[in-house]
Every structure is written in structure tokens, then in C-alpha cells.
Antibody
Framework: EVQLLESGGGLVQPGGSLRLSCAAS????????MNWVRQAPGKGLEWVSFISASGASTHYVDSVKGRFTISRGNSKNTLYLQMNSLRAEDTAVYYC???????????????WGQGTMVTVSS | EIVLTQSPATLSLSPGERATLSCRASQSVSSYLAWYQQKPGQAPRLLIY???NRATGIPARFSGSGSGTDFTLTVSSLEPEDFAVYYC?????????FGQGTRLEI
């Protein structure tokens, strides 16, 4: 079964850091780009970051550039998101999402994790 | 940044009726548009990719059309489980962007 399982969310103070993980199974992880997408409470979806299958290429939404870093451990089939200098507006459910097409760049997302909640508050 | 505008914001229909949802892009995205369904407390589910291709396991009552800047998601005959929020998303340019969503309610 194709599956993504996020972990690492929680409550953090403004200015703090958090590292999210996403464990992948059931597909050839090394062949697909991966993404993080977030959803603030009661709001719509916002794409956050992408990393290519090899890890050589990354992209970010402007609001997180310089603060968030996406990475992947292909030997562990795991995706990461290092979040630094967190702000209240980063409060959201964070989903990892698999690119639809093999070895693609910008893509749609055919498999999603269940999400992990990040709350930034003092 | 490509802005996607979905209409209507809310669509009130009954089971068995036909639903037509619209997504308009601020500039051409070619056919690089996807549609998702999201139910409360759940992750989004991919319905349509590249404007008109149904994702794996998606019922035939869901169809997508359009290219350039104007796109449509059609549900031919609504089932009770189809009442949810629907989002469009473009993959033509970075940053990838979503529409604000259409709530399909009974």
C-alpha cells in the first residue's frame, strides 16, 4: 500500500524551530519529487516546498524562503522540512505529498499523508 | 505568481444533480491544472490531473475540461459522498498555487 506518514508537529514559540518528517512506503521513493503543503485552520491549501527525486533541485513559496529547508533521505525513504524562525502565521496542518509523475518537477499531488499540526504560539 | 479564482464559492445542490465548478487562472497554465476533493478532517484527494485525466480510482462521474485560463470540473450525478470542498491547482509555474476552494453542499 502506498503511504505517507508525517511526524514532528507540535506547539512551538514564535522564533522557534521544528523539524517535520514524512516516512514513505509502497512506492519507489527515489523516483519521485516530493512536496510539503499546508493548511491553516479553516483556510485553504498552500503549497510550501518541493524537492526533486534526486534532491538536487528545491523550490519554496516566498513566505518561507530563508526560514524553511526541505531535504530528503533517499536511503531512509524519508522527507524532511526544517522550519526555523517560526511565526504565528505558520500555524497549520502540514501535509507531505507525492508528485504524480515519475521524476517530474512542478506537478500535481497524487498521494498525501494524514498531516501533522504545527502551532506557533507563546 | 499565478492566481487561481474558483467560482462559485459555495454551490448548493441535491444528490442526483449535475455540478459544474469553475477555475480561472490569471495567466495561461496550458493544461497543467489539477482538481482535488477534501472532506472535513481528511487530506485532499487528487481527482483530475492535467485538466482532464482522472486519477487512479476516481469514478467516471468526475470529469475535467479546459485549457489556457478557463477550466471546469463536472460531477455528472452527485452522490451523497461528493459533498465536500474542491480545490484547483496549477503546476505551470513556480510557486505552485491553489484556488481558494468551492464548497459543494446539500
Amino acid at each position: 500500500e502506498v503511504q505517507l506518514l508525517e511526524s514532528g508537529g507540535g506547539l512551538v514559540q514564535p522564533g522557534g524551530s521544528l523539524r517535520l518528517s514524512c516516512a514513505a512506503s509502497g512506492f519507489t521513493f527515489t523516483g519521485y519529487g516530493m512536496n510539503w503543503v499546508r493548511q491553516a485552520p479553516g483556510k485553504g491549501l498552500e503549497w510550501v516546498s518541493f524537492i526533486s527525486a534526486s534532491g538536487a533541485s528545491t523550490h519554496y513559496v516566498d513566505s518561507v524562503k530563508g526560514r524553511f529547508t526541505i531535504s530528503r533521505g533517499n536511503s531512509k525513504n524519508t522527507l524532511y522540512l526544517q522550519m526555523n524562525s517560526l511565526r504565528a502565521e505558520d500555524t497549520a496542518v502540514y501535509y507531505c505529498a507525492k508528485a504524480t509523475h515519475y521524476d517530474s518537477s512542478g506537478d500535481s499531488f497524487d498521494i498525501w499523508g494524514q498531516g501533522t499540526m504545527v502551532t506557533v504560539s507563546s | 505568481e499565478i492566481v487561481l479564482t474558483q467560482s462559485p464559492a459555495t454551490l448548493s445542490l441535491s444528490p442526483g444533480e449535475r455540478a459544474t465548478l469553475s477555475c480561472r487562472a490569471s495567466q495561461s497554465v496550458s493544461s497543467y491544472l489539477a482538481w482535488y476533493q477534501q472532506k472535513p478532517g481528511q487530506a485532499p484527494r487528487l481527482l483530475i490531473y492535467d485538466a482532464s485525466n482522472r486519477a487512479t480510482g476516481i469514478p467516471a462521474r468526475f470529469s475535467g475540461s479546459g485549457s489556457g485560463t478557463d477550466f471546469t470540473l463536472t460531477v455528472s450525478s452527485l452522490e451523497p459522498e461528493d459533498f465536500a470542498v474542491y480545490y484547483c491547482q496549477q503546476r505551470s509555474n513556480w510557486p505552485l498555487t491553489f484556488g481558494q476552494g468551492t464548497r459543494l453542499e446539500i
